[in-house]
């Protein structure tokens, strides 16, 4: 199978330019079709998607997800981005790039539950399905040949049919060698798409995409590698790994690997916790140390919280400033030993925020905790800090109270201060 109709499924060595079955187009082509097993599954702008099949009078219209107006995108469709709007834009840009938007409050309860169908559905294709966030997985079909009667190409273009048809909401697929390319190749389609890409074509394919195109290659590191006279993926692919290690430093061998489209890194069940933190955004900006204390110690209980549903602890706390010029401050400090008590991060993130604040307006206040470490570490007290499990054990109390009467039911001082 080199030829595949994903509106009908229809597998062929050849097909024209339209299938003869069913007369669609999307055709997908590929000499390696029937080999590769390594998908990457990206929901269509989720959010949104979920929204306009909730409300179908918003289908024609421009629709963003998002806080009020000193807030930021969550997301928004496809006929917003085509205004220039995109997720993490303050909320004020994007209204002034599209005026005539239906802006939404974010209902996560409701998305939650949608991507909980969509995971249902893939764990039916294979048990190796590992999500990476609320709308978005790495799915190995390897050896599931045998059991759907079908490669994975196929399988995987029914999956997208069937979320279509019984979910409401689109997906895009890619399909590759390994994570990192599949990753590379659903961004190459969106949306409803399906884009392939084979081990033997991926530094060619690669090699004129900008270096910033990998995933985890952020803005610093892309002027980094800009200013050494790295513009493009071709560009590393040459160096060796001993001038990649002296010109690029430690992680410079494994960036080299990367931009050639390698990777060994397996699909492991389950969720691959990347990051946990909690912030928010102020009605007013917020000058004063005093005054930045409250909203950061909710945070740090809401951290907390996010720690434990997780199973998580957090080897370290990270402090995240949103001056409002839109400048980010962050400022990082170990731990001791790991925690997830709000009391710990507390402790840890406040004298970061004195060192930070200094007369400089902020709009919005948070803290993450890394690097992330197992629940099992968190809390078990030392001889430098025996008390701990009572802390815990105190938390554990409080969390139980507020379960049962609501949250305002135990509240710390410094939680009501203005």
Not at 1 to 8: G, I, N, P, S
Not at 172 to 189: I, T, Y
Request: glycine fraction near 8%; aromatic fraction near 4%; charge should be positive.
């Amino acid at each position: 199978m080199t030829a595949l109709c994903r509106d009908c499924l229809l597998r062929d060595e050849s097909l024209p330019a339209a299938c003869p079955r069913c007369g669609g187009r999307r055709l997908l082509r590929h000499p390696d079709l029937a080999r590769l097993a390594i998908a990457h599954v990206d929901c269509d702008a989720f959010f949104a998607s979920v929204e306009k099949r909730d409300r179908p009078e918003l289908r024609a219209r421009p629709v963003i997800v998002g806080g009020g107006r000193r807030g930021v995108v969550s997301a928004c469709c496809y006929l917003a981005r085509i205004r220039g709007v995109r997720s993490a834009m303050p909320m004020f840009k994007a209204l002034a790039l599209c005026p005539d938007a239906e802006v939404i409050r974010p209902d996560l309860a409701r998305y939650s539950a949608v991507s909980r169908q969509i995971r249902a559905l893939m764990e039916a294709l294979t048990p190796l399905v590992q999500p990476l966030s609320i709308d978005e997985a790495v799915l190995d079909l390897s050896g599931t040949e045998a059991l759907h009667k079908a490669p994975p190409a196929a399988v995987l273009a029914g999956f997208a049919l069937r979320v279509e048809k019984e979910i409401g909401v689109t997906v895009s697929v890619g399909l590759a060698a390994n994570r990192l390319l599949a990753k590379l190749a659903v961004e190459r389609d969106k949306p409803r798409g399906f884009a392939v890409i084979g081990a033997g074509e991926a530094a060619a394919v690669l090699a004129p995409e900008p270096v910033g195109v990998l995933p985890g290659v952020g803005p610093v590191q892309v002027r980094r590698l800009q200013a050494l006279g790295f513009l493009t993926l071709g560009q590393l692919q040459g160096l060796s790994p001993r001038d990649a290690a002296q010109r690029l430093g430690e992680e410079g061998p494994r960036l080299v690997a990367r931009a050639r489209g390698e990777d060994d890194r397996p699909v492991r069940p389950g969720r691959e916790a990347r990051s946990v933190s909690a912030e928010t955004t102020f009605d007013q900006d917020l000058s004063d140390s005093a005054a930045l204390e409250a909203p950061l110690w909710r945070m740090c209980e809401k951290l907390a919280r996010r720690l434990k549903a997780q199973d998580l602890a957090a080897g370290g706390v990270v402090l995240k400033l949103k001056t409002a010029g839109f400048a980010i401050r962050s400022r990082h400090a170990r731990l001791a030993a790991p925690s997830r008590l709000p009391d710990t991060l507390f402790a840890a993130v406040r004298p970061l925020l004195a060192r930070e604040a200094d007369g400089t307006a902020f709009r919005l206040i948070g803290i993450g905790a890394q690097p992330l470490l197992p629940g099992a570490q968190a809390d078990q007290g030392d001889l430098v800090d025996p008390e701990a499990p009572r802390r815990a054990a105190r938390w554990a109390a409080v969390e139980a109270l507020r379960a049962r009467f609501g949250d305002k039911a135990v509240m710390r001082g410094r939680s009501l201060r203005r």
